[in-house]
C-alpha cells in the first residue's frame, strides 16, 4: 500500500495576502486575522444524555459547557454554544484532542474532529460592527451582543459560528467567526468586499485570542 | 417575516427552510394503503392556521413546530419539533 503524508494548511493560504487591504491613507478600519493550527472538537449530546453530558462537561473543563448561545474561557480552552445540546471546544497544542476527550464523554455524547475542517477569523478594529452589519442580520450592538455572547447564524448563506471574544487591551471588541473550510475563502472574500472602503490590515496567527 | 428560534432568539426568515403540514402521522405497518397514500400524498390547503415544520438550517440546525396563520403570516407558538436537542427527546 502506498505511503501517504497529509500536510495540513490553511484553507486560507491562497486566499489570505498580509498587509493593508482597500483603502488607503487612513488608519485601517478593519483588523481582519486568521488563527491558524487550533484543535477543535464538536460535542453534541446522545439522545436524553444531555444532563449527564453537562456534568461531565463541567468536571472536565472547570466549568460548564453553555447551554445557551454563549462562548466560555475556561483556563485553557474556549467553550462555544453550537445549538441544543452540543458546544465546540476551541483549544491548542493537544490540550482537548479527539483521544483525550473521546473517552471521558463516552457513551455521553458523539464527537468530531473540526480542527481541519473549519477556518477561523477574529474580525475587529473601529469600524468592525459598521462592517459586520453588512453581513450578519443579528443585532450587535455592545449592550445586546456583550463580551461571550454567541450565534449560530448565516453569512452570505454560509452557516458561520459568531462569538465576541475578550475585548482588546484598547477596549475595542473582537468577533470571532469559524467558517466550513470549504467556504472559508468564499467567505474570505465577501469579508474583504464588505470591508475595503474601511481599509483592512490583513495577518494570521497561531496564537488564540 | 422573522421566527423567534427558541434556541437562538429572533431570526430572519432567509436562515428557515419551510417544510410544510406538521399534523400528518405516520401510519402504523400494517396501516391500509389509502392510510398510507393519504399520508404521503394528501395535504389540507389551509386558509388560517396551520401546524406547520421549519428547518433552521441557517442557524442552530433544529427542526421546530410553529403555529402559523396562512392569511397574515402571523406566528402564535414556536417550538422544538420532537428529536430536536438530546435532552429534549425522553428526558
Ligand atoms: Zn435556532
Redo the contacts with the bound molecule.
Keep these: 500500500m502506498a505511503e501517504f503524508s497529509w500536510a495540513s494548511r490553511s484553507p486560507l493560504e491562497q486566499a489570505l495576502v498580509t498587509g493593508v487591504h482597500g483603502a488607503r491613507g487612513v488608519e485601517a478600519g478593519i483588523l481582519l486575522t486568521e488563527i491558524r493550527n487550533f484543535d477543535l472538537i464538536q460535542v453534541m449530546a446522545r439522545r436524553g444524555k444531555g444532563a449527564e453530558l453537562a456534568k461531565a462537561a463541567k468536571a472536565r473543563f472547570g466549568m460548564a459547557a453553555p447551554d445557551t448561545p454563549k462562548a466560555v474561557q475556561t483556563k485553557d480552552a474556549t467553550l462555544i454554544w453550537s445549538?441544543p445540546d452540543q458546544f465546540l471546544v476551541l483549544s491548542k497544542d493537544g490540550k482537548y484532542a479527539m483521544n483525550t476527550l473521546a473517552p471521558a464523554f463516552s457513551g455521553l455524547a458523539s464527537l468530531s474532529d473540526q480542527s481541519h475542517a473549519r477556518a477561523l477569523i477574529s474580525i475587529s478594529g473601529a469600524k468592525v460592527r459598521t462592517m459586520l452589519a453588512k453581513l450578519l442580520s443579528l443585532d450587535l450592538h455592545p449592550a445586546v451582543f456583550q463580551v461571550g455572547a454567541a450565534a449560530?447564524t448565516s453569512i452570505d448563506h454560509t452557516s458561520v459560528t459568531l462569538w465576541r471574544g475578550a475585548d482588546q487591551t484598547d477596549g475595542r471588541a473582537v468577533f470571532n467567526l469559524l467558517v466550513f473550510a470549504t467556504f472559508a475563502e468564499s467567505l474570505w472574500h465577501t469579508t474583504l468586499d464588505a470591508g475595503a472602503e474601511y481599509g483592512i490590515d490583513i495577518r494570521y496567527s497561531e496564537e488564540l485570542a | 417575516m422573522r421566527i423567534v428560534?427558541?434556541?437562538?432568539g429572533e431570526?430572519e426568515l432567509g436562515e428557515f427552510t419551510y417544510l410544510g403540514d406538521a399534523k400528518p402521522q405516520r401510519p402504523a405497518a400494517d396501516a391500509s394503503e389509502d392510510a398510507v397514500y393519504d399520508y404521503v400524498y394528501l395535504r389540507d390547503n389551509i386558509a388560517g392556521v396551520m401546524s406547520e415544520h421549519w428547518y433552521?438550517g441557517g442557524?442552530?440546525?433544529?427542526w421546530?413546530k410553529i403555529t402559523r396563520n396562512t392569511l397574515t403570516h402571523e406566528i402564535s407558538t414556536v417550538e422544538p419539533a420532537a428529536g430536536a436537542g438530546a435532552a429534549k427527546v425522553g428526558a
Excluded: N, T, V, Y
Aim: hydrophobic share 25%.
Design positions: 445549538g449560530a | 428560534c427558541p434556541f437562538c431570526r433552521h442557524g442552530c440546525r433544529s421546530l
